[in-house]
């Protein structure tokens, strides 16, 4: 374990939005927030179900961490504000925010439905547009400012075949960018994780062949394959006190997938 100390995250309380999963799989949120709870913060993990947000509750209280769940539908604006209250009424203050939703998409602009395209943009945009837009007055409140990590993805620089996941994913990062620029002066820092192919939960429910595991891993200058804890881990880095002098920051998470011209499925 790292030292909490040297990290500047004990004590602090922060937010993971869609920090739940099934069962014991590891995605980038249920890494997140286990790292930052392993780290010393306290971690409110949201998801879309309760069930989903308690497993990874469960899991960080197995590691002696401290975490407490709630159900919302962060594409709603009423649900946002809840998240933000509940942390506010549980733990009485908020510094951190990991905002990690998102759903895939597979077609050209061509096959794409107007109907999906609403959907993707919906969910991967605007639970990070609602949750800042809640968390930031309660940052600044807490008094000492703050830190905010949206996910974006490689998609958004390399798309590949995934249309309207890409454009969502690109306009992460002009937000991350736009979030920066206003509230530096509030003393949050906001950055932007792009992460390559990542074995979580969300990708194998979706089924996924050997060869197609391969490609993704195949794709990576060092033949590896992403997992959430290597997302998990760049999040408590760029919330910790070693990030201090870091902000509008868009960190690459890919072991070099989008400097290869390999296919990555
Ligand atoms: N897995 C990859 O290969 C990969 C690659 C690049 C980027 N990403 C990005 O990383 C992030 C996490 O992906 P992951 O695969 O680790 O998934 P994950 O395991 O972190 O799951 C995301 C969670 O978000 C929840 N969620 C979805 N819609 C919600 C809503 N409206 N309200 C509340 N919760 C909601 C889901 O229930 C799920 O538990 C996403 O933004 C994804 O686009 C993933």
């Known amino acids: 374990m790292i030292s909490s100390l040297e990290l500047g995250l004990k004590g602090k309380v922060a937010i993971v939005a869609g920090g739940g999963g099934p069962l014991e799989g590891i995605g980038n949120g249920r890494a997140a927030a286990i790292l930052l709870a392993d780290a010393g913060a306290k971690v409110v993990v949201v998801d879309k179900e309760i069930d989903l947000a308690q497993n990874t509750v469960d899991m960080i209280k197995k590691r002696d961490g401290k975490a407490i769940g709630i159900a919302g539908d962060l594409t709603i604006s009423d649900e946002c504000k809840k998240v933000v209250d509940f942390a506010l009424e549980n733990w009485g203050r908020l510094d951190i925010l990991d905002n990690n939703i998102g759903i895939a998409s597979k077609l050209s602009v061509v096959e794409e439905t107007e109907e999906h395209w609403d959907r993707v943009m919906n969910v991967n945009l605007k639970p990070m547009f609602l949750m800042s837009k809640f968390a930031i007055p309660a940052m600044i409140s807490s008094g000492d400012g703050g830190s905010i990590v949206n996910i974006s ?5 390399r798309p590949k075949g995934l249309t309207s996941y890409s454009a969502s994913k690109g306009a992460v990062l002009s937000l991350s960018q736009a979030m920066a620029v206003d509230h530096g ?14 074995y979580t939960p969300m990708v194998y ?3 996924m062949t050997e060869s197609h595991r391969s490609q993704r891993q195949n794709a990576s200058l060092i033949e590896m394959e992403g997992t959430g804890w290597d997302i998990g881990k760049a999040v408590v880095y760029l919330c910790s006190e070693w990030a201090r002098y870091v902000t509008g920051h868009l960190m690459v998470v890919d072991g070099g997938c989008s400097l290869s011209a390999r296919p990555r499925g």
Do not use: Q, Y
Not at 153 to 157: D, E, G, K
């Open 153 to 157: 993805s490689i998609s958004a620089t």
């Open 185 to 198: 002066k509030n003393g949050i820092r906001v950055n932007c994780i792009l992460p390559g192919p990542v």
């Open 205 to 207: 429910s979706e089924g």
